[in-house]
């Protein structure tokens, strides 16, 4: 299954008329109706009003470019949608966990979601506000709970049985009172990649709807917990509503059989997995997605909580490459770029699609395979793209700001990238470029 799109070019930004991108869309013929922060002036892209060849001869490549003004838009849009009710959006920190960006989104008053330590010290880092933070995942140790409880913040998204009672011990221990949400499994098909659908009874996430009430009551009895919400995170990259409607319908039917228990939940969390078009695709618009969430909650007292990373992070980042060597061969021809499977692990991984443009805008050309030189055949950026190439110019990587640099990795010693937040003419380089006597710090010889 495929999981992608792309932001085309705006009408009055267009480049050459002729030019098509690599999906073969003319540039600068469809609105998108939202900020393109990545657009041709003069025939040569730009990150807001900075060329990207600029960015490149400065800072060299790969190189991750976002723009300050789409990272805040998404989120103003996504805050601005739920505007009507009580709410919270936590940015899902996983989708791109740099300081800058963290930064930027704790400055318009975000909360985040979190789903290790590490995290959490990013947040802390960023100036984050520790109770705005609910920290998910299935593997919670003693240690970051401790840390969790001392940094105060918001809510903890228990997944299993087992972290209940552990939360519990190591809670009494800080003399801490942990505020608790379950994380349910509302057996819900989010109808999206297998390896990225959640809220299914076959994976390992949430708690079986069916014990929830059970774990409830234990949750109640705990003198150092206490319960504050539900919540649920079923998948990633949604393009339909109905899937998150019927989870938020499972979890407010919880809600009822608790409430008449005695159990008043404060907030329900509904997790993330809004999708983006990447290529094709026609996800939910954000006030769509609100406004049916909103029609469930109808007037009920509860806050609602969301985790969007993709929805925010997405469409306001690129990698910027070069190409290194044109091969043409009698049965493919391959454009060899200097960023690779451990810069952009998506198309490796899910076999994802990005759109690839050329920084200076260019008609007809080959088709090519985009790939890196990590030493595996997986190791491609994109397939079967018509591009005019030659070697030494530069491509982007489109729809690349979330789990794009967070997903990143070292293999085949490879340094990171660096990465670069435009603003308006500015640019500002925001992660240096790794050192390789840095990939090798933590190393010693045997003695
Ligand atoms: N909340 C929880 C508990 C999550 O596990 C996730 C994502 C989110 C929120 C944010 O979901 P989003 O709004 O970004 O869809 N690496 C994959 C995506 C993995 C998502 C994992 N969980 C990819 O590149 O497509």
Redesign the pocket.
Known sequence: MR?QGSPVPAEDEAGSAEARNSAGIPFGRKKTGRVNPFDYRNNELHAESVPLSRIAERYGTPCYVYSRAALTESWRAFDDAFAGRDHLV?Y?V??NSTLAVLNLLARLGSGF?I?SGGELARVLAAGGDPRKVVF??VGKSAGEMRQALSADILCF?VESESELARLEAVAAQAGKTAAVSL?VNPDVDPRT?P??A?GLKQNK?GIAYEDALDLYRRARTMRHLTVAGV?C?I????TELAPFVSALDRMLGLADRLQAEGITLTHVDI?????IRYRDESPPAVADYARALAGRLGNRAVKLLL????????HAGLLLTRVEYLKHGRERNFAVVDAAMNDL??PA??D?WHDVLPVVAASGGRVYEIVGPVCESGDFLAHARTLALREGDLLAIMTAG???MS?SSNYNTRPRAAEVMVDGAQAHLVREREALSELMAREMPLP
């Open positions: 999981l936590c899902a996983k989708a979601d789903v998910s995942g998204n994380r990649h390896y990225i959640t996430f919540g995170h998948g990633s990259q949604l997790g993330g997995g809004l999708g985790e969007p990373g993709r929805a925010l992070a997405g692990l998506r991984l899910y994802a979330a789990y794009g997903m």
